[in-house]
């Protein structure tokens, strides 16, 4: 079982940018597919990035069509993390944003019902 905390959330301004990291503990990360996603007020949670789990250097990301070109999904198995960079951020990307991995060795977590471990979540607010 994998335990995930995400950290890096906070306040900024429309344009702002924004890292948000993963970490995960209890087993190793690189077995794991992971997943962003995040969860607006009444809304439900939505898929925002993903990046494959790999036996080698090559990893495939997948990206929203809201964050394609802003976002940056990435990974250090090293270090036992993942990343989201995210540029030129808008109002509308307020929500929790929660990291989430597959059972291992799957394929890249781009559903909510990919997801079987979940990390607590981390606040992003954006003003206008």
């Known amino acids: 079982q994998v335990q995930l905390v995400e950290s890096g959330g906070g306040l900024v301004q429309a344009g702002d940018s924004l890292t948000l990291s993963c970490a995960a503990s209890?087993?190793?990360?690189?077995?794991?597919?992971m997943g962003w996603f995040r969860q607006a007020p009444g809304k439900e949670r939505e898929f925002v990035a993903a990046i494959n789990w790999s036996s080698g250097s090559v990893y495939y990301v997948d990206y929203a069509d809201s964050a394609k070109g802003r976002f940056t999904i990435s990974r250090d198995n090293a270090k036992n993390t993942v990343y989201l960079q995210m540029n030129s951020l808008k109002p509308e990307d307020t929500a929790v944003y929660y990291c989430?991995?597959?059972?291992?060795?799957?394929?890249?977590?781009?559903?909510?019902?990919?997801?079987?471990?979940w990390g607590q979540g981390t606040q992003v607010t954006v003003s206008s």
């Open positions: 209890g087993r190793a990360l690189r077995m794991y597919s």
């Open positions: 989430g991995a597959d059972s291992g060795y799957g394929h890249r977590v781009t559903m909510v019902e990919d997801v079987v471990y």
